[in-house]
């Protein structure tokens, strides 16, 4: 039987690694990826991976080459290796619409957030930060594809508990937050959380996160002039799926 070789591509993460354990094949920064193929198009149109909302998890499972778990990726690395899927398969040139008009965007154009090593302890993935109005000194993590099914079960089951409950952001607070005054027990974080996490300070953190963590830069000018974010799901790969 012909043996046939597929081209790869090494992906730079935007975290350059510097967040995973040395032990971690993503500490080098870098992934292999390999061109999609019609395999990856069935996984696309899975109507059970698409129920379940695992369809892109099971499209990276698919395309990556190099030995990771992907579920010790943090978001904005999985953002890179799902933009670069999209263009080895797809190619660069993707249509969104805005406000009625049909607007072009070139995913190459698409750059790494910087993210240097003076923000990390190397191999750490645990920052520091003040708590601007209470003046309380935390730390905190980039949640992980791991942290993300954690919230998602637990979420499920609060819900089970009280159909009319919306703890989302709280819950998310109490896994990216690590430490409070030093102190690392879980049920202190949670106290913590629901009890004295003021909601000016609970924003500030959250904006904090979001301007300083590894990720793609999605905002794009588009040829008419305005901004937008380039949404990633699964339209993203395919709009007919």
């Known amino acids: 039987m012909t043996e046939f070789k597929f081209p790869t591509e090494e992906i730079e993460l935007p975290s350059r690694g510097l967040i995973y354990p040395p032990d971690n094949p993503l500490s080098s920064g870098k992934v ?20 379940k909302g695992t369809v892109l998890d099971k499209l990276l499972e698919s395309v990556i080459v190099s030995k990771i778990n992907i579920n010790d990726l943090i978001v904005g690395d999985k953002n890179a290796l799902l933009i670069a899927t999209r263009i080895l398969g797809y190619g660069s040139n993707y249509e969104i619409t805005i406000n009625g008009n049909v607007e072009s965007i070139n995913l190459t154009d698409i750059e790494n957030k910087p993210f240097s090593e003076d923000k990390v302890q190397k191999g750490v993935n645990e920052f520091s930060f003040t708590l601007p109005h209470s003046d309380t000194p935390i730390t905190y993590k980039i949640l992980t594809g791991k942290d ?7 979420l499920i089951g609060l819900k089970k508990i009280n159909k009319n409950s919306s703890p989302d952001l709280s819950t998310r607070l109490k896994y990216v937050i690590t430490s409070v005054n030093g102190d690392t027990e879980t049920k202190t974080i949670r106290e913590f959380v629901d009890g004295y996490l003021l909601a000016r300070d609970s924003r500030a953190l959250r904006e904090h996160i979001k301007n300083t963590q590894p990720d793609v830069d999605l905002n794009v000018i588009l040829d008419s002039g305005e901004e937008a974010k380039v949404p990633i799901g699964l339209n993203f790969f395919w709009p007919d799926a």
């Open 32 to 51: 292999e990826i390999k061109y999609m193929t019609a395999k990856e198009e069935d996984i696309l149109t899975n109507q059970s991976y698409i129920q």
């Open 148 to 154: 993300e099914k954690n919230i998602e079960r637990e």
